[in-house]
């Protein structure tokens, strides 16, 4: 099947409360292209060189998610553009992504990304250290950024139930910090999980966004 009968089946399979982020991540410029043409407009990159180099050479509606670690040396590159960042996963990335919205008179929205995995090459934070973020005086005087919800990526296995139970976890994670943070904040609402190869039971668990890359654009 072609890229854009890929899309148009996954589209069409996935409830449409579901943001679909085509994960566009080392395809050439001509393959976003096509996903475009057939009227998609979210892709996500998980380098910041990479997304830096693209998005002048693409239209400019597409919205960027960047996806992948950030590192703080690399925010400057993405800021002008991105939508949104999903993988904020301490108070200094946070930090350095507030002051860089700050420059480019933007407020970014962004996703904790949490640890949900039981692979030690996973990154996020704990709810802990959530909570050590959000109680701290750096985060309260941010003016720059908008908390809009978490991310986590589960375990790479063919056993289904761990990787329901990972994503479920990040389901009841999202809701005790919704409760205790953000009850009245509209705008805490994502929950970013599921990839090619789990994002119906991803979905099934209540995600907002999934991130699929080769089910679209075929394998790397």
């Known amino acids: 099947m072609s890229i854009v009968d890929n899309l148009l089946a996954i589209r069409n399979e996935i409830p449409e409360h579901v943001k679909l982020i085509a994960v566009s ?27 830096f180099d693209k998005q002048p050479k693409l239209p400019a509606d597409i919205e960027w998610h960047f996806i992948g670690h950030l590192q703080t040396n690399k925010v400057k590159y993405i800021t002008p553009f991105v939508s ?40 996020g934070l704990d709810i802990a250290e959530v909570e050590t973020i959000l109680h701290s005086p750096e985060y309260k005087k941010m003016q720059n950024i908008k908390i809009c919800g978490l991310m ?40 970013s999980m599921g990839m090619s190869g789990d994002y119906h039971i991803a979905i099934e668990e209540g995600s907002t966004m999934v991130r699929i890359g080769t089910a679209i654009f075929g394998k790397r």
């Open 152 to 191: 986590g990526m589960a375990t790479f296995t063919d056993d289904a139930t761990v990787v329901r139970n990972e994503f479920r976890n990040l389901k009841t994670y999202f809701d005790n910090i919704k409760e205790k943070y953000f009850k009245n904040t509209a705008e805490f609402k994502e929950i």
């Open 25 to 51: 991540k080392t395809y050439p410029a001509e393959n976003i292209m096509q996903a475009y043409n057939a009227g998609h407009k979210i892709f996500g990159e998980n380098r910041a060189q990479e997304i």
């Open 84 to 123: 949104l960042i999903h993988s904020i996963d301490s108070l200094k990335l946070l930090a350095e992504v507030n002051k860089e919205a700050e420059k480019n008179n933007r407020i970014i929205d962004c996703l904790f990304e949490m640890y949900i995995a039981r692979e030690e090459s996973k990154m």
